[in-house]
């Protein structure tokens, strides 16, 4: 189902952050490696940003989260593509290898220039089936300095929120490997079990469902 994105500024925001030099080695190597990812990531920086813009971000923020979203599964060059494309339930070890990537990112851009994008790259996955990293879990995180996201950096809280919502929104939508694309009712119901973010990004997400339906 598609997304409707609200804010042309979004759009112009991640024009410019797909050619930014810093950004589109990296996006390349990961369209080369496995497309799918590769096409994933764009619409989850898209995404992104126009959660962003509606949470009032400035453009500087704006730059760190577009960058996050991007690259939010960079680490995923290190992992095989026939393990990325497999149909076939995944086996245990198999999961533990795919849940490596956020670390994995993490360590590919430790010397980003912006030295937030690889702590909220490590964050993104801490949103799932776990709490809020500020409140009783949070996974240690090796930025660019060499230094953990603290539970009080609320700016780097959202951030990872935003693409939190906007990776698991996204991936749920859009058909898999190991999936069929989800409705809009299941993609609501799904978020509303695994997510444990803020919630008022799933109201937001809403609204960019063509559909409109209502989360329970």
């Not at 951030?159 to 990776?167: E, G, L, S, W």
């Not at 299941?186 to 609204?207: C, I, K, N, P």
């Amino acid at each position: 189902m598609p997304l409707t994105i609200h804010n042309h500024h979004a759009y112009t925001c991640s024009t410019w952050l797909l050619n930014d030099p810093h950004i589109f080695p990296y996006l390349e190597q990961l369209k080369n490696h496995h497309p799918d990812t590769h096409t994933h990531s764009v619409r989850v920086g898209l995404l992104a940003l126009d959660l962003g813009l509606e949470n009032g971000l400035e453009e500087d923020d704006l730059s760190v989260l577009g960058a996050a979203g991007l690259l939010h599964d960079i680490g995923k060059i290190h992992i095989s593509a026939r393990l990325l494309s497999k149909r076939e339930r995944l086996e245990a070890h198999e999961r533990e290898i795919l849940r490596d990537h956020s670390r994995l990112g993490c360590e590919i851009l430790r010397n980003f220039h912006l030295p937030e994008v690889p702590q909220i790259v490590a964050a993104h996955h801490a949103y799932g089936n776990h709490p809020v990293p500020n409140l009783d879990y949070y996974i240690p995180i090796t930025g660019a300095e060499g230094e953990s996201l603290r539970p009080g950096d609320a700016r780097l809280d959202m951030m990872a929120q935003i693409v939190a919502a906007a990776d698991m929104c996204d991936a749920l939508l859009h058909r898999r490997a190991y999936k069929n694309a989800y409705t809009g009712i299941e993609t609501a119901a799904a978020m509303q079990v695994q997510y444990r973010g803020d919630s008022r990004y799933l109201r937001q997400l809403e609204r960019r469902y063509t559909s409109g339906f209502a989360w329970a």
